[in-house]
T-cell receptor
Framework: NAGVTQTPKFQVLKTGQSMTLQCAQDMNHEYMSWYRQDPGMGLRLIHYSVGAGITDQGEVPNGYNVSRSTTEDFPLRLLSAAPSQTSVYFC???????????FGPGTRLTVL | RKEVEQDPGPFNVPEGATVAFNCTYSNSASQSFFWYRQDCRKEPKLLMSVYSSGNEDGRFTAQLNRASQYISLLIRDSKLSDSATYLCVVTLISGTYKYIFGTGTRLKVLA
């Protein structure tokens, strides 16, 4: 099993550009989530999904969209990138909503 | 008050030392507890879940004290490879989908 995979590993955007961060898991987990990690702040939840077709907002959803058309994939879209979105983004999945989360390797995003 | 609090460290310890980290949480309805390890510029990886009865995995021992609302991690016989940041993670009850991450405790094991 590959576990949780994310692409790209690194990305540089200009302010105002849009892009999609990809996340996929092969563990048949219903629960998937996107976090951002900034220095000194811990991981903060952006959006999450409890199954295909069901998504909800987390702690810091503004500027991001998600969709979940399949169990395996959970892409994160940046609508109009801003320097404040410079961060490391992690996708995670779990079997249940209080179970161990498994993380992807992360995407390092810089917005100029 | 933060929902999950950890001492950021760094804890600098010599090889072979025993080191302990504590993590306090504020919500008494918290359900699941974990310690994750995060290496520099890498993703968090599960180190161990924490159970009320306490649990051990090799050199690592985790304990949960629900009355005082803290969890602990003890590392015995520290290795250079234990150098990392250790994240405390707490979930609320099922149905809320809330994983609360501490900001991490940084450990440096020195030769």
């Amino acid at each position: 099993n590959a576990g949780v995979t994310q692409t790209p590993k690194f990305q540089v955007l200009k302010t105002g550009q849009s892009m999609t961060l990809q996340c996929a898991q092969d563990m048949n987990h219903e629960y998937m989530s996107w976090y951002r990690q900034d220095p000194g702040m811990g991981l903060r939840l952006i959006h999450y999904s409890v199954g295909a077709g069901i998504t909800d907002q987390g702690e810091v959803p503004n500027g991001y969209n998600v969709s979940r058309s399949t169990t395996e994939d959970f892409p994160l879209r940046l609508l109009s990138a801003a320097p404040s979105q410079t961060s490391v983004y992690f996708c995670a999945s779990s079997y249940g909503d209080t179970d161990t989360q498994y993380f992807g390797p992360g995407t390092r995003l810089t917005v100029l | 008050r933060k929902e999950v609090e950890q001492d950021p460290g760094p804890f600098n310890v010599p090889e072979g030392a025993t080191v302990a980290f504590n993590c306090t949480y504020s919500n008494s309805a918290s359900q699941s507890f974990f310690w994750y390890r995060q290496d520099c510029r890498k993703e968090p990886k599960l180190l161990m879940s924490v159970y009320s009865s306490g649990n051990e995995d090799g050199r690592f021992t985790a304990q949960l004290n629900r009355a005082s609302q803290y969890i602990s991690l003890l590392i015995r016989d520290s290795k250079l490879s234990d150098s990392a940041t250790y994240l405390c993670v707490v979930t609320l009850i099922s149905g809320t989908y809330k994983y609360i991450f501490g900001t991490g405790t940084r450990l440096k094991v020195l030769a």
